[in-house]
């Protein structure tokens, strides 16, 4: 799961839980709780509830999924209407300067006793029609048919320009709106998980934890064996110096992390970009077996590719687990591997 996002906000917030281990099925009562009432006392049977968070940390890690690539997609819209504003004056700019060209001609043809025919379509009520007859370009000289000629290619640029910075707005909108929806989505679940886990007795919330805590918080350093690549190994040094940051929905460092992002921040301060979400960085590289897995390797996880660590040797990986959860190693098969990356 990942984000570009930084633990504090920029352009667009984000986020999203993930669950760090595939649980038991869940029961029907525990399942009903997507039924319950934002503010109802949630009674999921104990016995369900790990499976039941769990889920829910799943599916908001699936919303965060959507709200990255939703939130990336409006960072390039963004960028591409503020380049197509820069075109547009630009364009206008240069269709300013050929009026004011032509008007010049004009006003020197009037002052020597009359103004040319097909100059005067030019500052008519409507030089749109002047320019559809280009036929009369061949009544006045060589150096005004060119400039008129370039003046209606600019004018055509200028529309092009205005209709497509257009479409990209709509575009944007659409975006903008489908951010709020996904980040609305994730904050949904993730309260009802809270609201689960805050059930709980004091020693059955204990008993989650120690169920839920499968990872060791450190490894010997000399543990991992040989990185893939110098880069690769460059990129394990820097998420193991993420150890103990806290998972962050939407966040990428560096004081908090989703899934993708320490994956993404951490090929970064390798010098390699990786793309936002869990999905994408999937196909940044070539697949290989686990069995030939290395550290510094990508290890993608459900089929939906909704969550992502880093290989660390001796079948551990490192990653940012789920919320309340730090950055910190697990068993490589704490859940359903569906993929492993070599950058």
């Known amino acids: 799961m990942g984000s570009h996002r930084r633990h504090a906000p920029s352009g667009f917030d984000r986020g999203v839980g993930a669950a760090c281990a595939a649980f038991t099925v869940l029961s029907a009562a525990a399942t009903a709780l997507g039924a319950l009432p934002a503010g109802s006392a949630v009674a999921a ?24 690539k939703a939130g990336e997609r409006a960072d390039r819209l963004h960028r591409r209407v503020r380049d197509a504003q820069d075109r547009i004056a630009r364009e206008q700019q240069r269709v300013n300067t050929l009026r004011e060209a032509l008007g010049s001609v004009a006003g020197a043809q009037y002052r020597s006793g009359g103004l040319d025919p097909s100059l005067a379509l030019l500052f008519s009520d409507d ?48 975006s903008r709106k489908a951010v ?9 679940k993730l309260a009802r998980a809270r609201q689960l886990l805050n059930s709980l007795s004091p020693g059955e919330r204990r008993a989650y934890d120690r169920a839920s805590r499968s990872g060791r918080p450190d490894l ?38 989703d899934c993708s992002g320490l994956m993404q921040w951490a090929y970064a301060q390798a010098g390699v970009h990786l793309p936002r979400t869990s999905q994408e960085q999937r196909l940044a ?11 510094g390797d990508l290890v993608v996880y459900r089929s ?18 789920h919320p309340g959860a730090p950055v910190r190693y697990d068993p490589v098969n704490m859940m359903p591997i569906s993929s492993v990356t070599r950058v």
Not at 180 to 188: D, L, M, N, Q, Y
Not at 240 to 253: D, E, K
């Open 304 to 321: 939906d590719a909704s969550h992502i660590g880093m290989y660390v040797g001796h079948g551990q990986v490192i990653h940012a687990p």
């Open 45 to 68: 049977p104990h016995g369900g509830t790990r499976a039941e968070v769990d889920r829910l940390y799943q599916e908001a890690e699936k919303a965060t999924e959507a709200y990255d």
């Open 220 to 257: 010997p350093p000399g543990l991992a064996g040989p990185a893939a690549s110098g880069r690769a190994a460059a990129a394990l040094a820097a998420a193991r110096s993420a150890l103990g940051r806290p998972y962050v929905w939407g966040a990428n460092g560096p004081s908090g992390f």
């Open 285 to 295: 590289g070539r697949h290989i077996p686990l069995s030939q897995a290395r550290p």
């Open 180 to 188: 709020i929806a996904h980040k609305r989505t994730v904050e949904r």
């Open 127 to 174: 030089p749109g029609d002047y320019l559809d007859k280009a036929a009369t370009l061949d009544r006045i000289g060589a150096h005004q048919a060119g400039e008129l000629h370039a003046l209606q290619q600019a004018l055509r640029r200028l529309a092009q320009e205005r209709a497509e910075a257009t479409r990209t707005l709509a575009e944007l909108d659409r």
